[in-house]
Nanobody, 131 residues
Framework: QVRVMESGGGPAETGGSRRLSCALS???????????MGWFRQAPGKQREGVAM?????????DYAAFAKGRFTISRDYGAHKIYLALNGLKSEDSADYYC????????????????????WGQGTQITVSS
């Protein structure tokens, strides 16, 4: 069993920043099978959408949704199954619940397109952006 725990959500002003953290806990043998990790988000009344994902091998570059490129940065504590998401230049439309996700699959290109591709989910941490 793998548990996913996010932290770092909260209020932010337009143009401001926040940094989310995520760590896995649980059965070590299950955790060792985790490969791709990333972030999804869900705004009120909208579907969940992929934000970014990162491979456990640092030779592979992270992948971002179009809206996240240039503003958000995903990073990983390689070997520790911890990831982070730095959100800069926040906009009101970035207000959402942000979920850390993990999969036993590699970070192949289409993985971020569907929430169903990630087996493990955190409870979410909310970011609210106001002017």
């Amino acid at each position: 069993q793998v548990r996913v725990m996010e932290s770092g959500g909260g209020p932010a002003e337009t143009g401001g920043s926040r940094r989310l953290s995520c760590a896995l806990s649980g059965d070590s043998s299950d955790i060792e099978e985790v490969d791709c990790m990333g972030w999804f988000r869900q705004a009120p009344g909208k579907q969940r959408e992929g934000v970014a994902m990162i491979d456990p091998d640092p030779k592979y570059a992270p992948d971002y949704a179009a809206f996240a490129k240039g503003r958000f940065t995903i990073s990983r504590d390689y070997g520790a199954h911890k990831i982070y998401l730095a959100l800069n230049g926040l906009k009101s439309e970035d207000s959402a619940d942000y979920y850390c996700v993990a999969s036993r699959s590699m970070c192949y290109s289409t993985l971020l397109r569907s929430p169903a591709n990630f087996e493990y989910w955190g409870q979410g941490t909310q970011i609210t952006v106001s002017s």
